[in-house]
């Protein structure tokens, strides 16, 4: 299945410059969405997941499609002051300035066999700090996914100690 051709491209969105890729024209095609679930499930079970870690916003769409898909469960990484009890928190460096995310404490289970997964892959450093926060629970990252990779903007060498698959990649921003 061409899954590429299923993403719509958004010229200057949400700023001028940007080139937005729009997932909802694949989540609109429930044989392409599916396939994507499937495949992406094949790999994980292979891997012997336990735990999803998905991550803020559109991550949460596969994550929980996987996770209910794999019978494991769904731990979610979120923008601070986001979620109700107690947390930990990452930050990470952006462009200009920093972000962070949070999980809960007991999102994560020493020994989990952890799957993060998000929509798209840019620079690295969401996926990254994600990586970490499940890490200090003392879970074993065994897989990083995502739907899209942003290949020119390099985000896989901030995960190379990490197995990072994507189901398309573009090459250039056109």
């Known amino acids: 299945m061409e899954l590429a051709g299923l993403i719509r491209s958004i010229p200057d969105f949400p ?31 292979s891997r012997g997941v336990t735990r999803i870690l ?4 559109r991550g949460f769409i596969f994550g929980g499609a996987l996770a209910h898909h794999l019978r ?41 066999r952890v799957a993060v997964v998000d929509d798209l892959l840019a620079t690295g450093g969401t996926a990254l700090a994600a990586i970490r926060l499940a890490e200090q629970l003392g879970g ?4 990083v996914g995502f739907l899209i990779e942003l290949a020119f903007l390099s985000g896989r060498r ?13 090459a250039s921003e056109a």
Do not use: N, Q
């Not at 901030?158 to 573009?170: D, T």
């Open 158 to 170: 901030k995960l190379e100690r990490y197995p990072v698959e994507s189901y398309i990649a573009y």
């Open 72 to 112: 494991v469960p769904l731990a979610l990484a979120r923008k601070p002051g986001k979620l109700p009890w107690l947390t930990i928190r990452e930050s990470y460096s952006l462009e200009y300035g920093t972000d962070s995310l949070e999980i809960h404490r007991d999102a994560i289970v020493e020994g989990d």
């Open 54 to 57: 998905a991550i803020e916003a």
């Open 15 to 45: 700023k001028p410059g940007i080139v937005f890729k729009d997932i909802t024209t694949l989540l609109g095609d429930a044989e392409a969405f599916s396939g994507v679930i499937e495949a992406w499930a094949e790999r994980l079970r």
């Open 140 to 143: 074993e990252v065994v897989d």
